[in-house]
């Protein structure tokens, strides 16, 4: 069975960092489009980030442009989503999913079962 392994959520402090990574040993996700979103609490599900790796280009959501990046290293078939200077509302479950139409947009087919990332003091 084909997955996604999200990892590297946790607590931190407001002003602070995290790495997420996104995984699968399915396939490789070299041409494809994989995106984070992320669901708070009582909230809508918000696309963060995607990266189309058979264009290379990238998208964020304004509430973490010029905070988070997204990455893609094919050597360790994973994605990345560096976070820096965390804020309380960052605080989320994160997910990946992957868009096999190689656009960035939905429909997502694949998910991850999601990472939590809290921000607080």
């Known amino acids: 069975q084909v997955e996604l392994v999200e990892s590297g959520g946790g607590l931190v402090q407001p002003g602070g960092s995290l790495r997420l990574s996104c995984t699968t040993s399915g396939f490789a996700l070299d041409y494809y489009a994989i995106a984070w979103f992320r669901q708070a609490p009582a909230k809508e599900r918000e696309e963060v980030s995607c990266?189309?790796?058979?264009?290379?280009?990238?998208t964020y959501a304004d509430s973490v442009k010029g905070r988070f990046a997204i990455s893609y290293d094919s050597a360790q078939n994973r994605v990345y989503l560096q976070m820096e200077r965390l804020k309380p509302e960052d605080t989320a479950v994160y997910y990946c999913?992957?868009?096999?139409?190689?656009?960035?947009?939905?429909?997502?087919?694949?998910w991850g079962y999601g990472t939590q990332v809290t921000v607080s003091s």
């Open positions: 990266i189309n790796n058979s264009d290379g280009r990238v």
């Open positions: 999913a992957v868009d096999p139409k190689r656009e960035c947009a939905p429909p997502y087919d694949l």
